[in-house]
């Protein structure tokens, strides 16, 4: 079963005012789960959720999970058809930047353009998929649709795990796409297939109950600060980036030749990396190097060393003690546990009076990089965008993936629509109609290329 082109091409025509105006009644709604105070705004947003689900002819509801609910609704057609399940988030970033020109959950559109906090991550991926699904479903395409709208993606998706217990309401599908990540250049589709984790550590030391005087205590007293840097080179070499800890790359699945080359296909620059992070200079400046270390390479970062006195000039203290904040990217098939264990065994051979303390981790993620499934995503992606994607990496983590890979144990795939110059998590967000467009038509290919593949 295919959708007709043209067919196709008129709904999306047709569905633009229904889509800005839902995305209007979303922005405006400050679903921050990050502040407390906004647990009011939360809860109207998942009703607003099941709302706008229930209109277009879905069955939905709001699932409990003892944190900030998740929406999950669908269309059913019949129990032989294959069941896909959609994942977005419905909760935004704080919006405190004072770079915003203007509020930013009031809901701005101008020549295509939506502006507002949530705009592209995630609301307007959402609502681009569900409107995709819809037209799917009202073409008779023989497929079970899902959708799972998550309200607690921003703060690492703490009670995710528990809603996917609520079987009845969100049952397991036989796959999976996910529509919140970003191309890395305008007119160059690429879609993610791994994920990086992430291991948090503060490495401390005490050696005394306060700071002391250098001038009558130095040279006797141990130095915690001095002691945490012996501990850091030793983990790290700083200017290769090479991490030191034995055994840490042992379990790492390199990235092959294909897999570089579909990298570079992304439309990948170094150039503007550079430009877009400030950077005066980098490790390397190949283009292959950088991207394999971005994507598939991990890390040992030090993003704090706290302890002495901090102020302006020089205070002669010894510090009584010091705490280095560190965490490690991690990628498939590595997990933080057993990095973890690696860190504190070698830390306490190095140092026996450094503790090392966990601070929350995430596992990597690694889906398929060829496949049925793949094939679809790319012709999907082709019928919504003109052209095929790349496949990449992601540097970064998306906590419910994995959540989701660990208990269905179904494929996950991929489709997002964000631009760089979207601004994710930056000052004035937005979202356009050209990805959106894009997006509701390459989704409804999506669901017809998985009914094709039938009930797998
Ligand atoms: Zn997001």
Redesign the pocket.
Known sequence: MTVKAQRLDAYVVETRARFEDLLGQMVEIPSISMDPAKAEDIRRMANLGLQVLINQGAEAQIVETGGYPIVSGGWTTGTNHPTVTIY??LDVQPAQEPEWKQEPFVFRKEDGLYCGRGAT??KGPALAAMLGARYAIEQGVPINIRVLWELE??IGSPHFFAGLKHHAAIPKPDSVVVS??IWIAKGRPAMPYGLRGLLGVRVTLRTGSKDAHSGVTGGAARNPLAELMEVASACVDAKTGKVKIPGFYNDVDEPSKAEIKSFLRSGFQVRRFKEAYGFHTLRTHDPAEITRRIWAAPTFEIHGLTGGYQGPGVKTVVPGQGELKVSMRLVPNQTPEKIFALLKKYVARLNPNVKVEREGMLHPFKGSFEGPYVEAVKRAAKAGFGKEPAFIREGGS?GAVVTMQKTWKVPILFMGLSLPEHG?HAPNEYFDWGQASGGIKAFAHYFSELAGMGKR
């Open positions: 977005n988030h991550d995630d993606e921003e919140d990540t998306i994710y």
